[in-house]
Nanobody
Framework: QVQLVESGGGLVQTGGSLRLSCAAS????????MGWFRQAPEKEREFVAT????????LYADSVKGRFTISRDNAKKTAYLQMNSLKPEDTAVYYC?????????????????WGQGTQVTVSS
C-alpha cells in the first residue's frame, strides 16, 4: 500500500504562486508515475500534470502548460507541483495520485493510489 499526503495549498491572489507537495509513505514509489488532478465544486475531476517514475517524462493539461511545473524527488518520496501565475479558475481541491505503471497518463482511472487533497483558492 501507498499513502499519499498533500500539503501546500492555501489562499493566494491572482498572479501569485504556490508549491504543492505530495509525500508518500508505505511502499516505495520509485517505480510509480506521480500525477496531480484537481476538482472544482460541481465539476468533474480533471487532469493537471504527471511525471514518469524517473522524472524523464512529463505531461501537462493545456490549461496549465507554461505556468505549472511538476517534479519529484525519489529519495524523499515526494512529488511537487509548482504553480505560478495563478488564476481564479485554478481554484479547486488538488489531489496527488500514484500509478504503478510508471508512465505518464492523463486518465485518472489509471491511478492506483490517491491522497485526500489540498484546497487551493485564487482570489481575483
Amino acid at each position: 500500500q501507498v499513502q499519499l499526503v498533500e500539503s501546500g495549498g492555501g489562499l493566494v491572489q491572482t498572479g501569485g504562486s504556490l508549491r504543492l507537495s505530495c509525500a508518500a509513505s508505505g511502499r516505495t514509489i520509485i517505480n510509480y508515475a506521480m500525477g496531480w488532478f484537481r476538482q472544482a465544486p460541481e465539476k468533474e475531476r480533471e487532469f493537471v500534470a504527471t511525471v514518469s517514475w524517473d522524472g524523464g517524462s512529463t505531461l501537462y493539461a493545456d490549461s496549465v502548460k507554461g505556468r505549472f511545473t511538476i517534479s519529484r524527488d525519489n529519495a524523499k518520496k515526494t512529488a511537487y507541483l509548482q504553480m505560478n501565475s495563478l488564476k481564479p479558475e485554478d481554484t479547486a481541491v488538488y489531489y496527488c495520485a500514484a500509478d504503478k505503471t510508471g508512465r505518464t497518463y492523463s486518465d485518472y482511472v489509471r491511478y492506483d493510489y490517491w491522497g485526500q487533497g489540498t484546497q487551493v483558492t485564487v482570489s481575483s
